[in-house]
């Protein structure tokens, strides 16, 4: 009988003389020592969980979830208007409207005429004293 170098258990060799530890873990275990490696700490087992009813529930709107949304689309709508140049923006009623006021002001239909070959209506421009067909 021998002694392990380890663990201090008794044991049988069965490699003639040679085998100097009990078992491959207290051998790889003898080996980490003198590297320096530390002992690793068991892991524990995963326990199993009970079937919750909290994956169920539904969430719940709270104020601070309103209120961070509506900084977030704040801040996307900010961004993106200050990202898009002027050219490359809609155009509102607002603007469709101006125009048309525009269109008004300068000219005037000319009622007694008609269309030209590709359907346009004829206007006469008051500023620059021709007509225009639009």
């Known amino acids: 009988m021998e002694k392990c170098i380890q663990c ?6 069965r490699r003639r003389g040679v085998q100097k530890f009990c078992s491959d873990t207290c051998r790889s275990r ?3 020592l003198k590297q320096g490696i530390p002992k690793k700490k068991k ?3 995963l ?12 969430e719940k709107i709270t104020f601070a979830g309103i209120s961070n949304a509506a ?24 603007d ?3 125009l048309k ?6 000219l005037l239909p000319i009622k007694n005429m008609e269309n030209n070959a590709f359907g346009k209506s ?5 500023t620059n004293q021709i007509v225009i067909f639009i």
Do not use: C, R
């Not at 201090?8 to 060799?13: C, K, Q, V």
């Not at 199993?48 to 909290?54: A, D, E, F, P, V």
């Not at 004829?122 to 008051?126: A, G, H, K």
């Open 8 to 13: 201090g258990a008794d044991y049988i060799p």
């Open 30 to 32: 003898h080996w980490q």
């Open 43 to 45: 892991k524990k087992p």
């Open 47 to 58: 326990k199993k969980k009970k079937h919750s009813l909290q994956k169920y529930q539904k």
């Open 71 to 94: 900084i977030g689309q704040t801040a996307v709508d900010l961004i993106k208007n200050i990202a898009t140049p002027e050219s490359k923006k809609p155009a509102t009623k607002g």
């Open 96 to 98: 469709i409207n101006e």
């Open 101 to 106: 006021s525009l269109i008004k002001g300068n």
């Open 122 to 126: 004829p206007f006469y421009d008051v």
